[in-house]
């Protein structure tokens, strides 16, 4: 049975009361534990320290296993970043960005751009064992194909650097983004559509809990309707984009109940600013989210 659109939100949003319900009434566990797990990372430039070094420490003690570079320059700097890491417990989680162009441009030499500097990236990417580099389509700023042809474009550019993420032993990320910032792919559902007809294992998708603040109905339906494809988060405060936490009211608990449904394995970074000192924000965000976490873990045991 096909589920139209409308659908499958009233189910997901069913879902989430049904999740409430439970975690409220304190039934017992009737389906196995999730596998899920909690693996911390932060962007580099997020991080305080004046060094990588410094960065790292401070990561390290506050109970990160991941820290995300940015992409640009990142090939000429992954000795110096392997090196950092040695016999550290932290790892790269992912690598943010970085290439130049757009994939979906109306100019064919901006999307020769993307492709060549995006293969760069990736092979960076691959050395220093990342899940992925993430991309965006194309910014709102940014000229490009009308939607129908440039979905068509992205499938088929997305099949060639597919191939090439593949054996570089990484993957392409794509990032939705909320409608301020992108015309085009705005929703998790939208970019599973594309891995879907991509059919590559070197294609996959990112949620980023700022921009799904804006765009989807429900973290869980959102995050659900991804399920394997779904490779990296990003997480910042609800409603300004700094620490969570430091927005009043910031939740993320029916997200990480969706990420303990799909037996999600791998990194929550953090890509956000700060409103005070982040050697103090950081501490309490990390604090706010295992303690979110742990409440999605119990509800998500009782459904």
């Not at 580099?44 to 296993?65: C, Q, S």
């Not at 990320?173 to 879907?196: G, M, S, T, V, Y």
């Amino acid at each position: 049975m096909s589920l139209d659109r409308r659908a499958f939100f009233k189910i997901a949003a069913g879902t989430g009361a049904a999740i409430s319900l439970a975690c409220k009434a304190g039934t017992e566990k009737s389906t196995p534990k999730s596998q899920a797990v909690l693996k911390l990372s932060c962007q580099e430039n997020v991080a305080p320290g004046e060094t990588l070094t410094e960065k790292l420490d401070f990561l390290e003690a506050n109970g990160f296993v991941g820290i995300e570079p940015h992409g640009r320059g990142l090939p000429e700097r992954v000795e110096i970043v392997q090196k950092a890491l040695e016999g550290r417990n932290i790892k790269i989680s992912a690598v943010c960005a970085g290439f130049q162009g757009w994939l979906i441009a109306e100019d064919p030499k901006m999307r020769e751009l993307a492709i060549e500097t995006t293969k760069e990236i990736l092979i960076a990417a691959g050395e220093l064992g990342a899940t992925g580099m993430i991309l965006v389509p194309a910014f709102d700023r940014q000229k490009s194909l009308p939607h129908k042809e440039a979905r068509q474009m992205l499938v088929e550019l997305l099949q060639e650097l597919g191939e090439y993420a593949e054996n570089a032993n990484t993957r392409i990320l794509l990032e939705p983004l909320n409608r301020k910032e992108a015309h085009f792919l705005r929703q998790l559902a939208d970019a599973a559509a594309i891995c879907k007809d991509v059919n590559s294992p070197g294609v996959a998708v990112m949620g980023d809990f700022w921009h799904m603040t804006w765009e989807e109905t429900s973290d869980l339906g959102a995050i659900i309707s991804a399920g394997d494809y779904l490779h990296h988060m990003h997480i910042a405060s609800r409603k300004t984009r700094k620490m969570p936490g430091e927005d009043e009211g910031d939740n993320y608990v029916n997200g990480f109940c969706g990420l303990g449904m799909i037996n999600y394995q791998d990194y929550i970074s953090m890509e956000c600013g700060s409103k005070g000192d982040k050697k103090v924000t950081i501490p309490a965000a990390v604090k706010l989210i295992q303690e979110q976490w742990a409440q999605a873990d119990k509800c998500c045991s009782v459904i």
